[in-house]
């Protein structure tokens, strides 16, 4: 077991621009350790949906590379996820087993998508065929549907569900977009110019979208 100045749990945008002020620092913390429960280094979240549609390289979306974080000594633990944090020994332990105490403690673990309850069986995981679009695995398993399937719903009618739409198109699948609102991106338009964006936005049933995925 060792010891860090600084445990970061979450290897996302939040802990990476954090870590990018931190190193300029001439009294920057002298051990840092950052658990990440994704298999990537960090990365930008922001540009998924333009990997998806092969409109950038996948090495566009690369914030920082596993030789940054050696270079300035920061201990990056990747497909890892902090599971469990002991306050009053100061403690981190890892889903694999590893133990880390800290000094101070900063959590930048982000957010998770919202599943609605028929998306999942009893243990809280997702039915075949449905996924998120929420990381890179998300990405890999949407670009895999792409190759084999030929029809996607797409569930949400925001600005991720219309570029997760977008993207599962330029792959050749036949996407019908589901919004649960009354009309396309409702919390940036009024129901005008949502009504001029749906023109051009293939099937489409707003209003009722749990009601649609129920009977699927």
């Known amino acids: 077991m060792t010891t860090a100045e600084l445990i970061i749990i979450g290897n996302g945008m939040a802990c990476q621009?954090?870590?990018?002020?931190?190193?300029?620092?001439?009294?920057?913390p002298t051990k840092i350790v950052v658990f990440?429960?994704?298999?990537?280094p960090a990365y930008n979240r922001v540009l998924l949906s333009s990997l998806l549609s092969n409109e950038l390289p996948d090495s566009a979306a690369e914030l920082a590379s596993p030789a940054w974080y050696a270079k300035h000594g920061i201990e990056l633990i990747c497909d890892d996820a902090a599971v469990l944090i002991d306050r009053e020994r100061k403690l981190v332990v890892?889903?694999?087993?590893?133990?880390?105490?800290?000094?101070?403690?900063?959590?930048?673990?982000?957010?998770l998508p919202?599943?609605?309850?028929?998306?999942?069986?009893?243990?809280?995981?997702?039915?075949?065929?449905?996924c998120h679009f929420r990381n890179w695995q998300d990405l890999a398993t949407l670009r895999l549907?792409?190759?084999?399937?030929?029809?996607?719903?797409?569930?949400?009618?925001?600005?991720?569900?219309?570029?997760?739409?977008?993207?599962?198109r330029k792959l050749g699948m036949q996407v019908s977009l589901l919004q649960r609102g009354a009309y396309l991106l409702n919390r940036q338009l009024d129901a005008s110019a949502a009504t001029l964006l749906q023109r051009d936005k293939g099937p489409l049933r707003c209003g009722e979208a749990d009601t649609q995925l129920a009977k699927l």
């Open 145 to 168: 549907a792409g190759q084999q399937r030929q029809h996607a719903v797409v569930v949400g009618g925001g600005f991720l569900g219309l570029e997760a739409a977008e993207g599962l």
């Open 114 to 130: 919202l599943t609605p309850g028929y998306a999942e069986d009893d243990s809280k995981q997702l039915l075949p065929g449905i």
């Open 17 to 28: 621009r954090l870590l990018a002020e931190l190193v300029q620092q001439p009294n920057r």
């Open 94 to 111: 890892s889903r694999h087993g590893r133990y880390r105490r800290y000094q101070q403690l900063v959590l930048a673990c982000g957010a």
């Open 36 to 40: 990440g429960a994704e298999a990537k």
